[in-house]
């Protein structure tokens, strides 16, 4: 799990021979592969992108930034993207590499271990490709090909701060955690802004059930970082775990008195475990403050939702979908939250509204098939059956195509 509350600072690496053939560095690009370096994805997506409208014909761009959607599930941008490469120059490494994205996406990954091989033969040394293969290596659980990919990383850039870190969560999935516990101490001390090592090193535990080991790997990061939230919420859902009640009262009580104004960090720990009862007094202050932010209502509506308030989820949902008319998923959800009151003529048009947006929406053609048939519009119903059949049919085939690369088969 990546921590969204502790930001960080990237290093840049140093040029190699593909950068040569590339537009000069800018401070934007510097900008952009410093995020990137540092896992923050969105920033350095949004960058890329920005840099992408004034240097379309940049190939390492277009690389980068598939890598970004890929990595953030924005498949329009990815297909986008790679499209738009594969016109201009199939053959060259980062298109190759664009390719290996997409089908690394796909869930293709011996295609996308072939490509992005192929890439690298052409240019052994370039980080950025070599980080790619890693991120392959990672979704296909091969730690011990993880491991290999970030070393070599590492002997290029040895500053390149995501590879130190991954190499580190690589280790600690092969058991090794005193070894991934110095990557992540080198990762600190190239920036003091990233993640304290032992709270990195405490996720690890937690993720592998370890939860006592876990528990005073945190408990150290408090007392070296007492100032960071997140550690607070690992141990008391640590001490919660090892039925140490009273002590996970006490860390409740002192996430309250310590970081109670600081409302939208605490508002989004709260939501990453759970606590949406809690979580709700805070969204609706800052949703008080701030009426017009569709994010803030779309997460109100969430977690209203959670604890059973149905109303107040749709009346939240309906404001959001004001700002944000185009989001299918949203008015999936709105048709599931009308189905759930029996408002049955509500949920069949907010459920035709998503399907009008993403035909291929198999949830939405549920809800609109049950709501007819509640309303005894039998024909109607069955009718949608059948179309939620053949958007099935051809999202599956449409996937099976880029699954395969064969972009020429796609209309």
Not at 111 to 117: D, K, M, N, P
Not at 132 to 140: A, K, P, R, S
Not at 229 to 240: E, G, N, S, T, V
Request: glycine share 4%.
């Amino acid at each position: 799990m990546r921590n969204p509350f502790i930001p960080g600072k990237g290093k840049a690496r140093p040029q190699n021979e593909a950068d040569k053939n590339t537009a000069p560095v800018s401070n934007l690009l510097q900008e952009a592969l410093n995020a990137f370096y540092r896992d923050d994805d969105e920033t350095a997506l949004e960058l890329f992108l920005e840099l992408l409208d004034t240097n379309p014909d940049n190939l390492r761009l277009s690389y980068l930034t598939a890598l970004c959607a890929s990595l953030l599930n924005d498949e329009e941008t990815l297909e986008e993207v790679c499209s738009r490469v594969k016109r201009k120059k199939p053959r060259h490494p980062y298109s190759i590499g664009c390719e290996a994205v997409r089908a690394l996406y796909y869930a293709n990954y011996q295609r996308a271990e072939h490509l992005f091989q192929s890439a690298l033969r052409s240019l052994p040394e370039d980080i950025d490709l070599n980080l790619g293969l890693g991120i392959l290596y990672e979704y296909m659980g091969s730690e011990e090909k993880c491991v290999e990919v970030y070393r070599r990383v590492l002997e290029l850039s040895p500053d390149n701060i995501r590879a130190r870190i991954w190499l580190g969560t690589s280790l600690a999935l092969s058991g090794e955690f005193l070894n991934a516990f110095a990557e992540y101490q080198y990762a600190k001390r190239l920036d003091p802004n990233v993640e304290n090592p032992h709270q990195h090193l405490g996720r690890d535990l937690y993720a592998e059930g370890l939860i006592a080991e876990a528990a005073q790997e945190f408990a150290q990061a408090l007392l070296e970082e007492p100032d960071e939230p997140l550690a607070y919420f690992y141990l008391m859902d640590c001490y919660k775990r090892l039925n140490r009640f009273d002590e996970a009262l006490d860390i409740y009580e002192t996430i309250k008195q310590r970081f109670g104004k600081y409302e939208e960090t605490l508002s989004q720990c709260y939501e990453s475990f759970g606590l949406y009862n809690e979580a709700i007094p805070l969204l609706e202050k800052m949703v008080n403050d701030n009426p017009n932010d569709p994010e803030l209502l779309v997460r109100l509506s969430q977690a209203y939702q959670k604890t059973g308030k149905i109303e107040e989820a749709i009346a939240n949902l309906k404001r959001a979908l004001d700002y944000l008319p185009d989001i299918p998923s949203l008015w999936t959800d709105l048709a599931r939250l009308y189905y759930h009151t029996r408002d049955f003529p509500n949920a069949i048009a907010a459920a035709q509204q998503a399907i009008n947006l993403n035909r291929y929406d198999q949830e939405a053609y549920g809800i609109l098939a049950d709501a007819l048939l509640f309303l005894g519009r039998i024909d109607e119903a069955q009718a949608a059956a059948r179309e939620m059949e053949l958007a099935r049919d051809e999202a599956w085939q449409r996937y099976q195509q880029r699954f395969a690369g064969n972009d020429d088969e796609i209309e």
